[in-house]
């Protein structure tokens, strides 16, 4: 059973604009949510965090939203570099601190 | 610190033969995890160690699927008979507490 899901697969934008990734979760018990960001060959990196008490994360060109009431958060990535094509993966953890990913969402972005 | 280190980066088996994936987390963290990527599922968490201890294993496919974790720098996830459908990416991840750091993964090929 999928407790997070990202419904997009994939993501294409072009370079200096916006890039929105979008996550969903089941589980009212996640109080603390991250996105990891995967290049081919290594293993997921962890990129920025938000906890269930704040509804904006910002740290540069990455903010989180979290919209508890819709079990929704999602990535803004602005402006988009052709660095940040890679896969990002959303993850959620209640107070046990184990992870539940989503399917991950790979991202391209166009010069 | 040199992170999360796994070993082999790459194997290739036939059906039938074990497989051992190792895994040295980083120093200091209590918590050590191993995941499973695939295409179909993205990460799947495979089981989890709290302070040595396996905390929760719901995610391990068969009982083909072992792991041990008999001190606190060293993991092992073995699979016997491996199988094709086994062939996927195997990440270890350790955390001190909601962040994981994540290992670099072993591809396994199961022939």
């Known amino acids: 059973d999928q407790q997070v899901k990202q419904n997009s697969p994939s993501l294409s934008v072009q370079e200096g604009r916006i890039s929105i990734l979008n996550c969903d979760y089941t589980?009212?018990?996640?109080?603390?949510f991250l996105w990891y960001k995967k290049y081919p060959a290594e293993g997921p990196t962890f990129l920025i965090s938000?906890?269930?008490?704040?509804d904006k994360n910002e740290d540069g060109r990455f903010t989180v939203f979290l919209n508890k009431s819709a079990k929704h958060l999602s990535l803004h990535i602005v402006p988009s570099q052709p660095g940040d094509s890679a896969v990002y993966f959303c993850?959620?953890?209640?107070?046990?601190?184990?992870?539940?990913f989503g399917a991950g969402t790979t991202v391209t972005v166009r010069a | 610190d040199a992170g999360v280190i796994q070993s082999p980066r790459h194997e290739v088996t036939e059906m039938g033969q074990e497989v051992t994936l190792r895994c040295k987390p980083i120093?200091?963290?209590?918590?050590l995890f191993w995941y499973r990527q695939t295409m179909m599922r993205g990460l799947e968490l495979l089981i989890y160690?709290?302070?040595?201890?396996?905390?929760?294993d719901s995610g391990m496919p068969e009982d083909r699927f072992s792991a041990k974790m008999p001190n606190a720098s060293f993991s092992t996830l073995k699979i016997q008979p491996s199988e094709p459908r086994d062939s996927a990416v195997y990440f270890c991840?350790?955390?001190?507490?909601?962040?994981?750091?994540f290992g670099p993964g072993t591809r396994l090929t199961v022939l």
């Open positions: 938000i906890s269930s008490i704040k």
């Open positions: 991840a350790s955390s001190l507490r909601e962040e994981e750091f």
């Open positions: 160690f709290n302070n040595n201890v396996p905390i929760d």
């Open positions: 589980n009212s018990m996640f109080d603390y």
């Open positions: 993850a959620a953890s209640g107070n046990d601190y184990k992870l539940s």
């Open positions: 120093s200091g963290h209590n918590s």
